[in-house]
């Protein structure tokens, strides 16, 4: 008897953890905007992320989680003649090459960027107490020289 317990009882956690696994990726796209961006989440993003999208943003994706420790995201297309308001509107003030930039910070693949522009920031947020915390991180493809791709990464909370 103890033997069929055992052997029905691991095919019956193994569904559990599926059925959890379902659950919870469904309740994350329910509470993460990362379909698209629309005006509410735009500024949402902009004000919780602290940054300012570029007046010649295109094609925005963006999205965020607002919770005990939230998160903002966003990938969008620029003009280069924009790149130095948009990193001065963040708290990064300033991004360099580096081909091994911390690819993981990002939610789009972005394995095919060989040399980016690269910058983050780690500190207090600038409107917050002592005790929040603000995490960016910028990743710019340059290939096009015409409209740079920005990826943008923001962690914050207390």
């Known amino acids: ?18 059925c959890l696994g379902t659950v919870g990726t469904g309740l994350y796209k329910i509470l993460s905007a990362a379909d698209s961006c629309p005006p509410d989440s735009q500024a949402t993003v902009e004000d919780y992320a602290h940054l300012k999208f570029p007046p010649s943003v295109s094609k925005l994706d963006c999205g965020y989680i607002l919770f ?30 580096r081909p091994a930039a911390q690819r993981a910070k ?13 910058g983050e920031y780690h ?12 995490s960016q991180y910028i990743l710019i493809d340059t290939r096009d020289p015409h409209v740079y ?5 923001a962690l914050f909370g207390d």
Not at 73 to 82: H, R, T
Not at 126 to 131: A, K, S, V
């Open 1 to 18: 008897m103890q033997r069929y317990a055992r052997s029905v009882g691991v095919p019956i956690l193994i569904l559990a953890f599926i």
């Open 68 to 97: 005990q420790g939230s998160e903002g995201w966003a990938k969008f297309e620029m003009s280069p003649d924009d790149l130095d308001a948009f990193v001065e509107s963040t708290m990064v003030g300033s991004v360099s090459r």
């Open 106 to 118: 990002f939610r789009y693949d972005i394995s095919a960027i060989t040399n980016p522009l690269y």
């Open 123 to 134: 500190g207090i947020h600038p409107e917050g107490g002592p005790e929040t915390f603000l």
């Open 149 to 153: 791709v920005v990826y943008f990464g």
